[in-house]
């Protein structure tokens, strides 16, 4: 808001410069400043109050929105300012209808710069704050689950507790730069053998991924959301349990993961679309249009394929 | 079993994970010295805890709310039509809309991982508070149920909803038709027919019909004040089409 009276300001100044006979610029500032400024305040106390349906309205259509609502402002600010302030009558409406376009574009114009160059440390904020989190149904369970087995099978519950260790300690790290594909499939490793306590032979997973090599690199947390998912909406609510599938295979400059499980239920996985919404994003933030993510129920089966560039960590 | 045996609380463990059985069985154990009671079954479903029910005599039922293929909150709903229905206590480990559901209509519940005392405080309460209602339960439960249960001598019967052809009401109760036979449930129509507004949609003030169990509608149908009568599959009954309903023809043909 102050930038934009400050920016607005700056022009009314340039303008003052510009018109004025040497030696009377200042009076001339004041003259403009004195239909300017009334209009500029009007305006921006409206565009704030709108911000929400603008924002609402996509990038474009809230510039035409934008720079529509300014000429009509000004228009009307001409014709009560014609008759209050002297020497107002000097510009015509056309004159002043251009400027005031001329001057919001280039404030919305540098409103938009400085929001790109800041781009980066939003993305940032943001992949950090959407790294995946884990569900609280699975951390009690286990918790749960290790408690019913400390005194009959305590080296089992150990087990268990350093595997949890290691989930948590990776869910709670700076995951933001990409990551081995080894050790994703580590962790999710990690993860089902802590749920196979709980779910014991109901849970079966079947690896297909020996086609591409370990240290290829994927965005972090990218496997574990998407199996706990399958565990949660295909394995627990089947009696006899199923199996979940995960492929990764290189496709020319892509590396396709894909992922199936049972799934009993119609064709809306409610829950899902959180985490699903979750990785997308994340998948967007870090590779923009070069990766991609599917999802389909079919014949009582869940797929989901995630497409991403195909790297290699330098070693 | 010795007199002295007979006479104390029988509870069932009903929990899919084995863990979680255990878990209860090690604190049952624990506080059998202050709450003598004894361990009938463990079932893996919901079902198999009705099975249970159907067989022995259940006191209590430490009832988990996620199970596969029967939930907690359909199994206590079937359990709560009996006659002298078990007590119920649920367990979760957690579910955000089962618990503020819970809450709301004062349903107990034991969080998972249970504590000694929170069970036996909870044990301690269902000698003396009465069972948790049908009413209480509907409200608190957030999916349709997959079956209507019917109960017959003691036993709970189930129907699986699929085979419903149609819920027609009469007097204090509602005629449940499968293809094979005609149950009696103690329901309301009305809330039948907001339970299961997918799957049924209703022809006649006194009429819910499977929306799979249409196979045709009858024109200059006797006895039907629109003219119009269902024709139901599998029995080719036909039953009249009311005229504030009619439109429910318009929507199939």
Redesign the interface.
């Known amino acids: 808001m102050l930038r934009a009276v400050v920016v607005v300001n700056l022009f009314v100044l340039a303008f003052a410069v510009l018109q004025a006979a040497p030696g009377d610029f200042a009076s001339e500032f004041l003259a403009f400043a004195a239909f300017t400024e009334p209009a500029l305040m009007v305006s921006l106390m409206i565009l704030c109050a709108a911000r929400r349906p603008l924002h609402a309205m996509g990038y474009v259509a809230s510039w035409v929105a934008v720079l529509l609502f300014e000429v009509a402002l000004a228009w009307l600010f001409f014709h009560i300012g014609r008759g209050l302030i002297p020497g107002a009558d000097r510009m015509t409406f056309a004159q002043v209808g251009f400027l005031t376009l001329f001057v919001s574009a280039c404030t919305l114009a540098y409103f938009d710069l400085r929001s790109r160059a800041l781009h980066p440390a939003i993305a940032e904020a943001r992949i950090q704050a959407l790294q995946a989190r884990i ?3 699975f ?3 286990s ?7 400390i ?2 099978e305590p080296r089992r519950a150990e087990r268990a507790l350093e595997d949890m260790a290691d989930l948590f300690r990776v869910l709670m790290a700076d995951n933001r730069t990409l990551t081995p594909l080894g050790e994703e499939i580590a962790l999710a490793r990690q993860y089902l053998a802590i749920e196979s ?4 032979d109901r849970l079966r997973v079947a690896w297909r991924t020996e086609g591409v090599p370990d240290d290829t690199l994927v965005p972090p947390l990218v496997l574990q959301p998407l199996i706990e998912n399958a565990v949660y909406h295909g394995i ?4 006899a349990g199923g199996e979940i599938a995960v492929e990764a295979a290189r496709s020319g400059d892509s590396l396709v993961l894909t992922l199936t499980n049972p799934f009993a239920g119609t064709g809306k996985a409610d829950g899902n679309k959180m985490a699903i919404a979750n990785i997308r994003e994340r998948l967007q933030l870090h590779f923009d249009a070069e990766a991609d993510m599917k999802s389909e129920v079919k014949d009582g089966v869940y797929r989901v394929t995630i497409r991403v560039p195909y790297l290699r960590s330098r070693p | 079993m010795t007199l002295a045996q007979s006479e104390v609380p029988r509870i069932l463990i009903a929990d899919d994970e084995g863990p979680a059985r255990q878990r209860l069985r090690d604190l049952l154990d624990e506080i059998r010295e202050s709450f003598p009671m004894a361990i009938v079954d463990e079932a893996r479903t919901g079902r198999e805890a009705l099975d249970v029910v159907n067989r022995e005599k259940v006191d209590v039922v430490l009832l988990d709310i996620r199970m596969p293929e029967m939930d907690g909150m359909e199994t206590a709903r079937h359990l709560a039509g009996m006659a002298q229905p078990p007590a119920i206590i649920f367990t979760t480990a957690f579910d955000s809309y089962a618990i503020k559901a819970f809450e709301v209509n004062a349903i107990d519940y034991l969080l998972k991982p249970i504590r000694r005392e929170r069970l036996l405080t909870a044990l301690g309460k269902t000698r003396a508070a009465p069972p948790v209602s049908r009413e209480a339960l509907a409200a608190a439960a957030n999916m349709p149920r997959r079956h209507l249960s019917v109960h017959e001598r003691g036993k709970i019967h189930l129907v699986p909803l699929a085979d419903i052809l149609y819920l027609r009401a009469e007097l204090k109760y509602v005629t449940v038709r499968t293809a094979e036979r005609e149950y009696l449930v103690e329901e309301s129509l009305t809330k039948l027919e907001e339970e299961f507004a997918e799957a049924f949609v209703r022809i006649h003030r006194n009429c819910l019909v499977a929306r799979a169990a249409i196979a045709g509608f009858e024109k200059n149908a006797e006895e039907s004040e629109s003219g119009w009568a269902v024709v139901i599959r599998a029995t080719h009954e036909k039953l009249p089409v009311s005229r504030r309903q009619q439109a429910v023809v318009k929507q199939f043909r």
Not at chain 1, 197 to 200: K, M, Q, S, V
Not at chain 1, 236 to 239: C, H, I, N, R, T
Request: net charge positive; proline share 9%; aromatic share 4%.
């Open positions: 569900r609280p149904h951390l009690y369970n918790i749960n689950a290790v408690l019913g087995l005194r009959s306590i709980r779910l014991g627990e609510p089947a009696e």
